[in-house]
């Protein structure tokens, strides 16, 4: 198994950078992709961000891109979520996700297997 645990999160004005952090631990060589999300009061679970745990390409949501940034760092076994430009729309709680084998669609939460407790992004008008 992977367990995750995330941290980073607070509350900013518009405008303003968090970076998130998630440190995975256990049976990390199994994991194919990692990835962000988010949950909104009263909304759905959303695609944020996603990367392969051992490769380059990264994935945006389009609300995202060009604003934040998934990255990992292979000797922490932990992936981030660099977050700027910050809009009040960007309010949730963000979760990180791991993929195990079987490989699935890196958009959907539910072809996650494993979750982080999730962390709260507040942002401000």
């Known amino acids: 198994q992977v367990q995750l645990v995330e941290s980073g999160g607070g509350l900013v004005q518009a405008g303003e950078s968090l970076r998130l952090s998630c440190a995975a631990s256990g049976r990390t060589f199994s994991i194919y992709t990692m990835g962000w999300f988010r949950q909104a009061p009263g909304k759905e679970r959303e695609f944020v961000a996603a990367r392969p745990w051992s490769g380059f390409n990264t994935y945006y949501a389009d609300s995202v891109k060009g604003r934040f940034t998934i990255s990992r760092d292979n000797v922490k076994n932990t992936v981030y979520l660099q977050m700027n430009s910050l809009k009040p729309g960007d309010t949730a709680v963000y979760y990180c996700?791991?993929?195990?084998?079987?490989?699935?669609?890196?958009?959907?939460?539910?072809?996650?297997?494993?979750w982080g407790q999730g962390t709260q992004v507040t942002v401000s008008s």
């Open positions: 996700a791991a993929d195990l084998p079987p490989r699935g669609d890196y958009r959907i939460w539910g072809e996650y297997d494993s």
